[in-house]
């Protein structure tokens, strides 16, 4: 047997009977039931650490893990996913070199730049790795918002220029993410990273934010580009402004939205993405579609696409 750290695997489910299954690696969604010499004390601690937050992180000999806690017909079970112990670079994470050069350069710019897909499809993996190099190069204050905290991202960055990146992660105050985002923005931040947004509240401070100079990271769950920024739009305008404001304020603070799959064995990253021009004074066909509701980009994708298989810069600059 093995202990669970040394184990290779992302998520662990464990059903009321204590039994606990992992991927089996064979097929796309497989599982297998598996055992570790040091099962008992790790499960022990699982249980010790829940509160009352069903969203927790549980660290086990150095390692974290985010525990989502639930309540099933016979009981207590659990899904716990294996945090990285280090945040990876972006340029290891299966994208093309013309979109990770892309991504990179955004970080002089501002707005919000979305990464949609389903759960476990990596978007928190993909967050951290932007942040990451956003500090190695450029330097700057970032400040996370997480529930519960998932990659190692704080601490001190240096750049090439001596310069230093800070950054300092956080949890919601009291669960309330709009409140504690409002409460960032005092701290001056030139990056916010968001874990997820998940509400009118935190939507439009997300964009409110991304349209006054900082420089937001965040996820949503969506299918597709469109989907995504579809969902922010609702989200928005679910808030207390029309949805010819939400139209208006995402075609303003929007970025780029990127979509994200893993599929296959072993699992490869898929891709769909999106860039809106970073000089809002310019002339832009996202931002223009947004603005006027329609939300069907798959041309402008396309387009977009040769353009970077090409490398030709997107937007004329």
């Known amino acids: 047997m093995v202990k669970i750290n040394d184990a290779d695997f992302s ?52 390692h974290s893990y985010r525990v ?80 519960p905290v998932e990659l190692p991202l704080d601490g001190v960055y240096k750049n090439s220029n001596g310069e230093l990146g800070l950054c300092k992660q956080t949890m919601p105050q009291n669960g309330k993410w709009a409140e504690s985002l409002k409460s960032a923005l005092r701290s001056c931040p030139r990056y916010i990273m968001l874990g997820e947004i998940r509400s009118p509240d935190i939507a439009t401070e997300a964009l409110q934010a991304a349209a006054s100079g900082h420089l937001v990271l965040s996820t949503i769950h969506a299918n597709s580009v469109g989907d995504a920024i579809n969902a922010l739009v609702k989200y928005a305008a679910a808030s207390d402004i029309s949805e010819d404001m939400a139209y208006d304020l995402v075609s303003t603070s929007l970025l780029a939205c990127l979509q994200q799959r893993l599929i296959g064995i072993p699992k490869r990253l898929v891709l769909q993405t999106l860039f809106a021009n970073p000089d809002i004074t310019k002339a832009c066909q996202v931002r223009g579609a947004i603005k006027l509701g329609k939300l069907n980009f798959s041309t402008i994708i396309e387009q977009q696409n040769i353009k970077l298989v090409n490398n030709q810069p997107l937007f004329g600059i």
């Open 11 to 62: 998520d662990i489910y464990i059903t009321p009977s204590k039994k606990a299954y992992i991927w089996s690696g064979k097929s796309p969604h497989g599982l297998k039931e598996i055992t570790f010499d040091d099962y008992p004390e790790f499960y022990s601690l699982v249980e010790k650490e829940f509160k009352s937050n069903p969203s927790y992180l549980v660290v086990y000999q150095k």
């Open 68 to 147: 989502e806690r639930t309540i099933a017909l016979h009981g207590v079970q659990y899904c716990i996913r294996k945090q990285p112990q280090s945040v990876p670079r972006i340029s290891d994470l299966g994208m093309s070199p013309q979109i990770v050069r892309h991504l990179i350069s955004l970080g002089r710019a501002s707005g919000l730049i979305l990464v949609a897909g389903a759960t476990g499809s990596g978007k928190s993996t993909t967050l951290g790795a932007l942040l990451k190099e956003y500090l190695i190069n450029e330097g700057g204050f970032a400040l996370t918002i997480e529930d």
